[in-house]
């Protein structure tokens, strides 16, 4: 199969990277708007429009399906998407529930919501997780995680610095949704904040799960075709794909 992933910028290299831990497919074509990143303050008209770009700009490649590796794109734009698509479209948002919903058997453990601005001003998870039974839940937009990712910060002062900011009000919870493709490189950072026993709940590995259940794989791709394009320099979008998917099923 050949899947396409958007993402607004690099963050959805870590789905990616789950992809390529599983072997699922035999073609992977990636596209960050890397122009026009960050799509977390955007608002939803916008969001939308950017995403029916995507669409259109995966009309190129004969694809079988589409991840949108964006939890914002996915909270906002995969109806308007799916309308207009010739190929299925999974977003990380409906998978990302149903990964909490099959690792949390409590039903009254406390979940972290982490988001971009729009992501958690959406709802999405929020209303998705309250529909599967759980209440117990703490929304936080920390847009501020994004620049540090892309900086390339995952520990040290200026993080945790960020975290006391972000956190003061926010009590130890059971898990934390990653709603955002850029938070799983912060993981480990995240759980010395709260504990190591802290279950993360992450949009790559939860569209894997979300995809084994509705397709039945037979084969593995250990070196699929990859091709990474972005709207502007594909080139840096390229060396940071090969810095983070590096060593992966070698
Ligand atoms: N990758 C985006 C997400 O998962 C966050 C970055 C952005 O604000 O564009 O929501």
């Not at 992809?19 to 699922?24: A, G, P, S, T, V």
């Not at 009590?171 to 949704?177: E, Q, T």
């Not at 790559?204 to 502007?232: C, H, R, W």
Request: aromatic share 12%; net charge neutral.
């Amino acid at each position: 199969m050949k899947v396409g992933v958007f993402d607004s910028g690099i963050g959805g290299l870590t789905v990616v990277k789950s992809l390529l831990e599983h072997q699922l497919f035999e073609e992977i074509i990636y596209y960050g708007d890397t122009a026009r990143v960050p799509y977390g303050i955007k608002d939803k008209n916008t969001i939308i429009r950017y995403g029916l770009e995507a669409v259109e700009f995966f009309k190129n490649f004969e694809l079988d399906l589409i991840i949108v590796a964006c939890n914002t794109v996915s909270a906002y734009a995969l109806s308007e998407m799916r309308e207009i698509s010739t190929c299925p479209i999974y977003g990380v948002v409906e998978a990302g529930i149903l990964a909490c919903g099959n690792s949390l058997g409590d039903k009254n453990s406390n979940i972290l919501i982490l988001g971009t601005k729009a992501t958690i001003n959406s709802k999405a998870y929020e209303n998705g997780l309250k529909e599967i039974g759980f209440n117990k839940l703490q929304t936080k937009a920390t847009g501020l995680f994004v620049p540090l990712v892309e900086e390339e910060i995952y520990s040290g002062n200026i993080l945790e610095e960020t975290f006391k900011y972000y956190f003061k009000n926010i009590s130890k919870p059971h898990a934390i949704i990653l709603g955002c493709t850029h938070f799983p490189l912060i993981s480990k950072a995240l759980q010395n904040y709260f504990t190591k026993e802290i279950k993360l709940i992450h949009s790559g590995d939860a569209i894997v799960q979300y995809l084994e259940s509705e397709f039945t794989f037979t084969k593995k791709y250990k070196n699929p075709e990859m091709k990474f394009f972005a709207s502007e320099n594909p080139e840096a979008l390229r060396t940071i794909a090969s810095k983070w998917l590096k060593n992966i099923n070698q």
